[in-house]
């Protein structure tokens, strides 16, 4: 059972508009929530949280936003870049039992910037 | 700026051989995890040590896999025999918060078992 969920494996979006990617999860439980990016044979690398006691994120050309009711989160970028092409994990993490923390990933989606 | 550090970058075997990946956190990070990312899927978790203890290990395949972390600082993840279905790119990351999900993660191994 999949507990984060992409459910768009990619994604294209012209220079200077707006990037748009989803992530819904399954488990209440979840206390932070987490993108990473990844670029090919690197591994992933931390872009932005939320914790679940906010519903808006921002950094820079990047907005995190959350709605726990709909048990739903979305990666704002503002405007892409072409260097913004890569895939985006979305992640959550939450207590898995005596104080361990653990990512649960989604399958990721492939973000192109066409310039 | 400090990284995680894993070899090899790229391995190729045979299967039923015995492979070995190495990986050594960020100074101080406490936490250590092993991911592993098959193509076109996100990481799964393998192992979580916390220090030299491990934390969890529910995912791993333990009549194949082993991980250890002797001294609380680098690490290394087993696969003996390996199977075809093992190949894939084996991820190492280290925190010093886990609570706030914020991993830092190396570059990666890439297995391929022929």
């Known amino acids: 059972d999949q507990q984060v969920k ?9 220079e200077g508009r707006i990037s748009i990617l989803n992530c ?4 209440s439980m979840f206390d932070y929530f987490l993108w990473y990016k990844k670029y090919p044979a690197e591994g992933p690398t931390f872009l932005i949280s ?7 994120n921002e950094d820079g050309r990047f907005t995190v936003f959350l709605n726990k009711s709909a048990k739903h989160l979305s990666l704002h970028i503002v405007p ?9 994990f979305c ?25 | 700026e400090a990284e995680v550090a894993q070899s090899p970058r790229y391995k ?20 250590l995890y ?5 193509l076109g899927q996100g990481p799964e978790l393998l192992v979580q040590f916390q220090d030299e203890s491990v934390v969890d290990d529910s995912q791993l395949p333990k009549d194949r896999f082993s991980a250890e972390r002797l001294k609380g600082v680098d690490s290394t993840l087993k696969i003996q025999p390996a199977e075809l279905g093992d190949s894939a ?10 609570g706030d999900g914020e991993l830092f993660f190396g570059e990666g191994s890439r297995l391929t078992v022929l």
Not at chain 1, 24 to 27: E, S
Not at chain 1, 94 to 103: C, E, I, M, T, V
Not at chain 2, 89 to 98: E, K, W
């Open chain 1, 6 to 14: 992409q459910n768009s494996p990619s994604l294209s979006v012209q």
């Open chain 1, 24 to 27: 819904d999860y399954t488990n």
């Open chain 1, 50 to 56: 939320i914790s679940s006691i906010k519903d808006k």
């Open chain 1, 80 to 88: 892409s870049q072409p260097g913004d092409s890569a895939v985006y």
């Open chain 1, 91 to 115: 992640a959550a993490s939450g207590d898995s039992g005596a104080g361990s923390y653990q990512l649960t990933f989604g399958k990721g989606t492939k973000l192109s910037v066409i310039p």
């Open chain 2, 12 to 31: 190729i075997t045979e299967k039923s051989q015995a492979v070995a990946f190495w990986c050594d956190p960020i100074s101080g990070h406490a936490t």
């Open chain 2, 34 to 38: 092993w991911y592993r990312q098959i």
């Open chain 2, 89 to 98: 790119m084996y991820l190492c990351a280290s925190s010093n918060n886990p």
